[in-house]
């Protein structure tokens, strides 16, 4: 595609309940993170795909939080029994696989999730 | 694990004006430091980098600033333009496969026309 895609682009739910986000990376990128951004806060790191290798889960703020990538493309992040301070904007980015000269990081446009 | 301290968090200049974002890092084996715009609304997007065999980048307003031995690293702007207003981001990672990028707090920059 023409850019990395992120669905939905908000969601609101209900203390408790479980979600989704939806991440589309740019065809040929194989390194893909996903990141928070509470209101008027820093980007907060949450985990990172690279290939093949293991993730790097480091960033998971609770066991609540966790992500997966399948067949390299597409990945998915899902939040357990969501919280009020899970609210927050998700954001999802893609680079080339390194090492390159390019470690040039593409964002979606993000998920707001709201948690009522 | 690497973190990345960024200030000031925010920042007022007059137009026209230089505007300077530092950031220390922790992690020696950081290589690469990259900078990021985020306007109101909008992604953030890469508007200069650097390596570590490199201690200072210019492009054409902007230049990037690094001193490996004190881990920091500067954002220069120069002749600030209202448009310059928006959130940077700085960030650290090792080059390569083994290395994930970690931001800074970002800071809030005003132009004042």
């Known amino acids: 595609g023409a850019g990395v895609s992120q669905s939905p682009s908000n969601k609101v739910t209900e203390k408790g309940k479980d979600v989704e986000l939806r991440c589309d990376p740019i065809?040929?990128?194989?390194?893909l993170y996903w990141y928070r951004q509470s209101l008027g806060q820093g980007l907060e790191f949450l985990i990172y795909?690279?290939?093949?290798?293991?993730?790097?889960k480091s960033g998971l703020p609770s066991d609540r939080f966790s992500a997966e990538r399948t067949g390299g493309s597409v990945s998915t992040l899902t939040i357990q029994r969501t919280q009020q301070e899970d609210s927050a904007v998700y954001l999802c980015?893609?680079?080339?696989?390194?090492?390159?000269?390019?470690?040039?990081?593409?964002f979606g446009s993000g998920t707001q999730l709201s948690v009522l | 694990g690497e973190n990345v301290e960024q200030h000031p968090s925010t920042l007022s200049v007059q137009e026209g004006d230089s505007a300077v974002i530092k950031c220390t890092y922790s992690?020696?084996?950081?290589?690469?430091f990259p900078w990021y715009k985020q306007e109101l609304g909008k992604r953030p997007q890469l508007i200069i980098d650097?390596?570590?065999?490199?201690g200072e980048k210019k492009d054409q307003r902007i230049a990037v600033t690094l001193n490996k031995t004190a881990k920091h690293f500067s954002l220069h702007i120069t002749e600030t333009q209202p448009e310059d207003s928006a959130v940077y981001f700085c960030?650290?990672?090792?080059?390569?496969?083994?290395?994930?990028?970690?931001f800074g707090q970002g800071t809030e920059l005003s132009v004042k026309p």
């Open positions: 065809s040929g990128h194989t390194a």
């Open positions: 960030a650290a990672k090792r080059r390569g496969q083994g290395g994930k990028l970690i």
């Open positions: 980015a893609s680079s080339l696989r390194p090492p390159t000269t390019n470690e040039k990081l593409f």
């Open positions: 992690d020696s084996a950081s290589n690469y």
């Open positions: 795909f690279q290939g093949n290798s293991a993730p790097d």
């Open positions: 650097i390596r570590s065999n490199v």
